[in-house]
């Protein structure tokens, strides 16, 4: 038997504590304040049979008859929340340079016009800081890999950075490979992290200054995951490959059906008696529409108006 899923439902399952704990691995023992050490080693050492004896395991696992080797991380959140990071970055750098006004904001939106990605700066009423669009797992790829950098960094900065997003996604697609060698991924994860940590040389305002890139604390616990523990994933699931436990699937339906669903929403309460959950609604509107697709093609209902 295998799990997969996102972090947050992997721990609850996992009765495990959340990511931003001090033990937030569920395969190791790491801390967190060994996330950025690149000298050590860590593999999936926990058993499920005794994993309440391990720090941050505060209840039974829901499915404890699920080996620890099969609770698999999940490919595509591995890519949505580091891609998330690496873009939190660049626009906190851009914010630290003092240019992040409405030029620059303009310039981000036309150049994600031109990758063909929908993307908006918005301010909250009373909130000082800047809301974007959430984007969706292919536009975020098309971030990765397009996003001309030269348009808000100096040509130096814009080629370290675009650097280290090529090796984010050369990573990604080597997961999602069947004949990635995992010897040859540990080994590319472990360089990717060293470049994401480069450290600054020589004295800052001087000629010798070289910046480096970013701090032990911009790690995060899917890099973390990335660097140390999928290699022994696609070592040990090699026969089915790890882009068959993908939740991207899972995740499209969700997009799918909230798209389909609640894009005309009727947000006053529905109507009294009569009102049904959303769920609900929805599971009776697919069984119709797979009622009519087995028995009368012509006649597939229209979409629904759903009330929540
Ligand atoms: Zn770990």
């Known amino acids: 038997m295998y799990f997969s899923s996102d972090w947050k439902f992997l721990t609850i399952c996992l009765g495990f504590n959340s990511a931003n704990s001090l033990f937030f691995c569920p395969w190791c023992t790491i801390t967190k304040k060994e996330i950025s050490d690149i000298k050590k080693e860590w593999l999936i050492s926990k058993q499920i049979d005794n994993i309440n004896q391990y720090n941050g395991h505060h209840s039974t696992p ?3 008859m699920i080996s620890l080797e099969n609770w698999i991380p999940d490919e595509l959140h591995i890519m949505l929340r580091i891609t998330d990071r690496l873009w939190s970055l660049l626009l906190h750098e851009i914010e630290e340079t003092g240019y992040f006004n409405d030029v620059a904001r303009e310039i981000i939106v036309k150049e994600m016009n031109r990758i063909k990605v929908n993307f908006h700066f918005w301010q909250e009423k009373e909130c000082q800081s800047w809301s974007f669009t959430s984007l969706m797992g292919q536009d975020k790829l098309k971030v990765l890999q397009f996003f001309d950098l030269n348009k808000v960094l100096p040509p130096t900065r814009a080629n370290v950075i675009r650097n280290l997003w090529n090796g984010f996604f050369d990573l990604y697609t080597a997961i999602r490979d069947p004949n990635t060698d995992p010897k040859m991924f540990k080994r590319d994860a472990k360089m990717w992290l060293k470049i994401f940590l480069t450290p600054s040389t020589g004295i800052p305002n001087s000629d010798n200054f070289v910046q480096g890139l970013y701090r032990p604390n911009d790690v995060t616990p899917y890099m973390h ?5 999928i290699h022994e994933f ?3 699931h090699k ?7 993908s ?3 899972v995740e499209n339906k969700n997009h799918q059906q909230v798209t389909q669903f609640f894009r005309k929403t009727l947000r006053d309460g529905g109507n009294g008696i009569n009102r049904k959950s959303a769920i ?4 009776e509107f697919e ?3 797979l009622y009519y697709i087995c028995n009368d093609s012509h006649n597939i209902p ?3 108006k759903l009330q929540i």
């Open 287 to 289: 069984n119709r529409k």
């Open 62 to 64: 829901l499915f404890n």
């Open 302 to 304: 229209n979409t629904i």
């Open 234 to 236: 696609i070592e040990k």
């Open 225 to 229: 995951v990335l660097v140390f523990h």
């Open 239 to 245: 026969k089915w490959g790890l882009k068959s436990f």
């Open 280 to 283: 609900l609604q929805i599971l």
């Open 247 to 249: 939740c991207a699937p």
